[in-house]
């Protein structure tokens, strides 16, 4: 129950940065709902198709999907207010994407697959709605090039699979692997890591 | 068979929608139909990934595909014709896209998808190619921010999901949902309708 | 066994296209790796929900994830060195195209798809890398407007899917549709063979 209610909060951050993105690149009311919601639930999709789960939890689901929906509107109409909350929103999405890596990681071995394509498939949960987003507002995705997100989603999926395969079960597992992914990411963020880029001589 | 027919016409108008914006871009003859194509039946192959259909019937089936190719190069070389029926190929691509919503929506619920799932299939039935064009040419969807689009295809497929869950037979809840969705966009087209976008206080 | 070698060699050569055009981009050792991972086994990802095979092979399979991996990581490293090599690269991608078309369109026709979709995931599975590739990166795929790299992947399926209604053994047919994939392709290349673009009238 607790799991379901982070799940949801996890949802909500993501569509809030989805729709906010929207925002800033002036779409409509209707276009920053669509790319909150594809934010919000994108990556659950994604791991659904990969997993023959149809049709996707996400989309035949009121809560999952009036949450991504409820919370793109609230930032279309108040995202001046909101923008003062930069910060509680990316706790909430570490929070979000470390509870996708994990959840991801033990539906898909629930569902059969190996652990290697387990760890892949729960760090696509976690990262799938933000490439969505910036592939849909014509970015290249943020993740790939500024900031510290996936390295930590798939540390939190493969601490899953790990712990599983250890055999511990699977609130065990679920609890430790969003731990570890959202505390990563929240490091990542206040200490400001980076990856090195490529040498590139010119 | 009229329906079929009919969705064959749709097929056709949005291949011929994204095959202009591959001659606007430039692209070569290939380049064109590839856009072209995935316009015309990729709404309906994304469509069939969500419900488990495999594999998706636009690629298996010769009268979808051939449609879609077929106008792809219709438009490739005569589309400074083409350009003169601009008006009429906004009406066929607004019949189409009710069609798509409508047929969407049924066939998702014959698939055993719950009503919110069935809705949102169907809108994205209808609106999936016009997603993928825009992102292969490498453009912000149009109807994440200028066309009222999306809403006559969410509202179409609502409305054949309430009359299916209401008793009435198919194929009166496929004509009053293409009706409605079909009239809506027309009527957007015509009076310039178009959604309020964010109050950005710079 | 021969096959199987080749086609690590074909997904080594895609995630190195990859991974140089995300150092060409100056993302992160991350990003690097993302986007070569996919151009590597993207394809081959498409190809398995297009035809229901889940999860994919290629997440669940160590060699085929690694060999995207460590292709990658290799171009970050060592990627000046490596830009002296573009012209093997070139050769081996087309042979892994003219691969991933042939095995594609066998992998289809055995999950039973019908010849006209057995032929075009087999192109799907050849080129849906290089677009996953360029979307990524937010460019227009370069296929559609450049390169002569679709065609062949089409003819090398179309004549699998052939050879096997005319009652070939898949070993011959397997080998007879890489051969015209990539030979076409290397023809392609060195004679500069392109596409005719739309007469645009000013």
């Known amino acids: ?34 790319v909150g919601v594809f934010t919000g639930i994108g990556g659950g999709i ?10 996707p ?5 009121w809560p999952n999907f009036g949450t991504a929906l409820g919370t793109s509107l609230l930032v279309f109409f108040l995202h001046s207010a909101l923008s003062r909350l930069r910060r509680e ?9 470390g509870l996708f890596a994990s959840t991801g990681a033990v539906i898909a071995l629930e569902h059969g697959a190996s652990p ?39 540390l939190g999926s493969a601490l899953v699979v790990v712990s599983s395969e250890l055999g511990s079960g699977p609130n065990a597992a679920l609890i430790a692997g969003t ?19 490529p040498r590139i001589v010119e």
Do not use: Q
Not at 7 to 17: D, K, P, Q, T
Not at 126 to 139: H, M, Y
């Open 116 to 154: 290697l394509a387990s760890c892949l498939i729960g760090g696509t949960a976690a990262i799938g709605g933000g490439i969505l987003r910036d592939v849909l507002v014509n970015e290249v995705p943020l993740l790939l090039h500024r900031d510290l997100y996936a390295i930590p989603a798939l």
């Open 46 to 55: 994604v791991r659904d198709l990969l997993l023959d789960i149809h049709p």
């Open 179 to 197: 731990a570890l992914a959202s505390v990563l990411r929240l490091l990542a963020l206040w200490r400001k890591w980076s990856l090195p880029g």
């Open 57 to 61: 939890t996400s989309l035949g689901s």
């Open 1 to 34: 129950m607790l799991l379901y209610i982070l799940e949801l909060v996890g949802i909500a951050a993501f569509a809030a940065s989805g729709a906010l993105v929207g925002v800033t690149k002036r779409l409509d009311i209707f276009g920053v709902c669509v």
């Open 89 to 97: 929103i990316l706790v909430l999405d570490a929070v979000g994407m």
